[in-house]
């Protein structure tokens, strides 16, 4: 079950559970993050360049190797066409230790609110319209719309 009491969606059953600290293995390393493979599950999660630390990371392959071993937490679980994708994030776990440094979720969900603010608007045109039959203020020239 998820947290918060919602209903899991068919399909995310026999998956790590949402906001969990796990140890996994580097599977291999992207120019946008690193996918890790977690013992006990056979479905791989990735680790986007803007999880693996609280800096800004420009290549991933500088961050981690492929066969390192990783704490991870999960921060997303989703069914897109038919595939299951996991996320995990790294910077929001202690690597030395394995201790959750955001027990509460507050920084997972506030970035949550982030992505999908910035994804809900790329559906969106934007129409530029010209004013037109008017007068410059600037030059005094004429805009007509029509040309010439």
């Known amino acids: 079950m998820a947290a918060r009491g919602h209903r899991e969606p068919a399909g995310l059953d026999g998956l790590p559970e949402l906001y969990s600290v796990l140890q996994g293995e580097v599977a291999s390393v992207t120019t946008y993050g690193a996918f890790v493979k977690i013992p006990g599950y056979r479905k791989q999660g990735l680790v986007h360049k803007s999880e ?9 392959a500088e961050m981690v190797d492929v066969g390192e071993q990783v704490w991870v937490k ?14 995990f994030s790294m910077k929001a776990v202690n690597q030395g230790s394995g201790r959750d440094l955001d027990p509460n979720n507050v920084i997972a969900e506030q970035d949550e609110r ?33 040309e010439e």
Do not use: H
Not at 76 to 81: A, K, L, S, T, W
């Open 74 to 87: 999960v921060i997303g679980r989703e069914i897109q066409d038919e595939k299951v994708k996991l996320s």
């Open 114 to 146: 982030r992505r999908r603010r910035f994804s809900d608007l790329t559906g969106q045109k934007i129409t530029l319209e010209a004013v037109l039959n008017t007068t410059c203020k600037n030059c005094g020239c004429k805009v007509t719309g029509q």
């Open 52 to 60: 693996m630390s609280a800096c800004r990371v420009e290549n991933p």
